[in-house]
């Protein structure tokens, strides 16, 4: 089908059309530092009523699904696409189901992307079976394009001195490549057939992007990547090859305000570490080995005593304690 001419708003644009083929018209080689889409999932899409016990009397219509037969084709183009348009170290992240997932990881095989992490989100009240286990997962492929700098922000959520109650590192736990998220309800109010939760994309707009980086979704559905993006004060490109589920969703996508999402965050407590990567001198593990025999003898706690080493060494916990492993 055509492409229709982008809705624009601010720095933003929206596009209601294929995804290969308005990409290739609207976005230049190189330009885009995140992708983060859900393709159609290839398993009757238009119908999962059949296979969840849910009302789908305010699910916009229009859905577009992608015929079994045509999905491994339909998904080598729309991932060459989304390599052409990555700059080098930009970022894809793939929503996939396991029904066709050997197809999109053999269509990124094929690309010049190279993958990063293979994570799996884990939400409650899968589909429920009684002739095998119950389906309560999806996978998130994360994959990025070599030749440049990839934008990882390590601290986006927590600092890596932040502890839980029982002294783990929320940082640590929030890097974990299981993601147990749930996935949200909107009873009563207009949705697609499958949204993804906020929660999920912010956390992937905030390790993956920076303020002002351009995020882009190829199946735009719901608008969900679009409401996190520029919620996020990050420039964004959608499309959608749906002309009615275009017409229902973007008009509240368009008047979004940039960075409005961005006060509710959470804010990480970031600590100055002055020598993290630096190698450690004999001198330094001398006093660093004596200064623990100290605190110790003095009655500290080993996390205590750690924390301590950690301010006066400028290292980490991590480096502190695989340090003292070693002495």
């Known amino acids: 089908m055509a492409t229709a001419d982008p809705v624009r708003s601010g720095e933003s644009l929206f596009v209601n059309g294929d995804c290969v083929e308005g990409a290739r018209r609207v976005l230049a080689a190189g330009s885009v530092d995140l992708v983060v889409t859900d393709p159609p999932y290839g398993i009757d899409g238009d119908r999962l009523d059949r296979h969840y016990n849910r009302d789908e009397s305010h ?14 084709a339909f998904t080598r183009a729309w991932v060459a696409e989304a390599a052409r348009v990555l700059r080098p170290g930009g970022a894809l992240f793939v929503v996939s189901g396991y029904t066709h997932l050997h197809d999109v990881l053999g269509a990124l095989h094929s690309s010049p992307l190279v993958e990063v992490n293979h994570i799996v989100w884990r939400y409650p009240f899968g589909v429920w079976t009684t002739r ?33 109650a029982d002294d783990g590192s929320l940082n640590y736990l929030d890097r974990e490549d299981v993601w147990a998220l749930g996935r949200e309800y909107k009873p009563g109010r207009a949705k697609n057939r499958n949204e993804l939760p906020m929660a ?12 002002g980086d351009l995020v882009c979704d190829l199946f735009l559905g719901g608008g969900s990547t679009a409401r996190a993006a ?5 420039r964004f490109a959608g499309f959608e090859v749906s002309g009615a589920i275009f017409a229902a969703r973007v008009p509240e996508l368009a008047a979004l305000v940039p960075g409005e999402r961005l006060a509710a965050l959470r804010r990480p407590v970031v600590v100055s570490v002055p020598n993290r990567g630096k190698t450690w001198t004999q001198e330094e ?3 660093l080995r004596e200064a623990y025999a100290r605190y110790r003898r003095a009655g500290l706690g080993k996390g205590e005593a750690v924390a301590r080493l950690c301010g006066e060494f400028g290292r980490g916990r991590f480096a502190i304690g695989n340090r003292l492993k070693r002495l």
């Open 59 to 72: 699910v916009v219509d229009g859905y577009v699904e992608v015929p079994e037969a045509e999905y491994a």
């Open 132 to 164: 095998k286990f119950v389906s309560s997962h999806y996978h998130v492929l994360y994959w990025a394009r070599p030749g440049g700098a990839r934008t990882f922000n390590l601290e986006a959520r927590y600092g890596l001195a932040e502890r839980d």
């Open 200 to 211: 999920l994309l912010e956390k992937i707009v905030q390790y993956a992007s920076n303020e």
């Open 230 to 234: 520029i919620g996020l004060n990050r």
């Open 285 to 287: 593990e001398t006093a």
